[in-house]
């Protein structure tokens, strides 16, 4: 796809434009482009998954990244809208699509499904293909030959997220705590969660987590130090990130037999794209299949499909 950083100042009433946008965790990514798949404009907002700040907020976020667009481009009508949504599974229902998007945008054609789904579109695979996304959260996502979509994972922090950034602080912290109560190994992830999170002691991150509650969001920012403990040679932090690399390619592995054999296996989010140490232990792990970066963003691939639409 072709970047225009320097938009003409057309109006949406003079040329048709697309909106695809990428609504992950912690932040929502909208380009706009034209039929031809040039993109005049990225915007960055906050997130718009309605099951983690609930559907008033979500609605308000996304008003707020269209006025802005709006703002710099005067666009404020799209021939075609597709949101790839981290609180979706699949293609979203004329109700859930009704009830988040109505009031909210001028468009002639709007769809909305997984996250995962827009993931796949920017593969560039024309058939079979499969994406696994570690962000905040995670989850793995495949397309069979005919076009169906499967998906493995995706439970949400409760239930899942296995080998998420949410994951490894979460686990990397437990350990630090462990260890400074002398119930589990010494660790350097003990004194590195007390600067990370500026308290002097175990104790002191009682009020940090929860006082007010945190968000997982921001927890997940302490899986970055896990990883780069892990790699200074740190025994417990490596256990954390092997054993969530191992379990995310439990996952993968269990989507791929389902999938023709020796597809290439794409990878997003920040504990992929930023951490060859996690990317190399889930290669590991994973059934032969081979391991590439998504050569996409997730917005890029939001943008094909609302071109798509017309």
């Not at 996304?62 to 666009?75: C, H, P, S, V, Y």
């Not at 949410?166 to 630090?176: K, M, S, V, W």
């Not at 400074?180 to 009020?207: S, Y």
């Not at 232990?281 to 499909?305: K, M, R, S, W, Y």
Request: overall charge negative; charged content about 20%; aromatic content about 8%.
């Amino acid at each position: 796809m072709k970047q225009n950083n320097h938009f003409s100042g057309d109006s949406g009433n003079c040329r048709r434009f697309f909106l695809g946008i990428d609504g992950g965790g912690t932040k929502t990514t909208a380009l706009v482009g034209n039929a031809d798949g040039n993109i005049v404009l990225q915007a960055v907002g906050k997130t718009i998954n309605y099951c983690a700040v609930g559907m008033e907020k979500a609605r308000e976020n996304m008003r707020l990244l269209l006025a802005d667009i709006e703002k710099q481009t005067g666009i404020n009508h799209y021939a075609g809208v597709f949101i790839g949504m981290s609180a979706l599974f699949g293609r979203a229902t004329e109700e859930e699509t009704a009830a988040f998007c109505d009031g909210v945008f001028s468009a002639d054609n709007i769809v909305m499904d997984s996250d995962l789904y827009i993931a796949l579109a920017a593969t560039a695979e024309k058939g079979a293909a499969a994406v696994g996304i570690c962000g905040t959260g995670s989850m793995t996502c495949g397309r069979t030959e005919d076009g169906k979509i499967i998906t493995k994972g995706g439970f949400g922090y409760l239930l899942g997220d296995e080998g998420s950034g949410f994951r490894i602080a979460q686990d990397g912290l437990f350990e630090a705590v462990r260890a400074a109560e002398n119930a589990g190994a010494p660790t350097a992830l003990t004194q590195a969660a007390l600067d990370f999170w500026k308290t002097q002691n175990a104790a002191g991150l009682v009020d940090v987590f929860y006082d007010p509650p945190m968000e997982r969001n921001e927890i997940a920012k302490f899986a970055p130090v896990v990883i780069q403990t892990a790699q200074q040679g740190d025994a417990v932090a490596m256990a954390v990130v092997s054993r969530q690399a191992a379990l995310f390619a439990d996952t993968a592995n269990a989507l791929l037999r389902e999938l023709p054999q020796g597809i290439p296996f794409y990878v997003y989010g920040g504990i992929f794209e930023h951490n060859p140490l996690f990317r190399q232990l889930f290669a590991e792990h994973l059934d032969g299949n081979e391991v590439i970066l998504l050569p996409n963003t997730p917005a890029q691939g939001a943008l094909l499909a609302a071109i798509g639409l017309q």
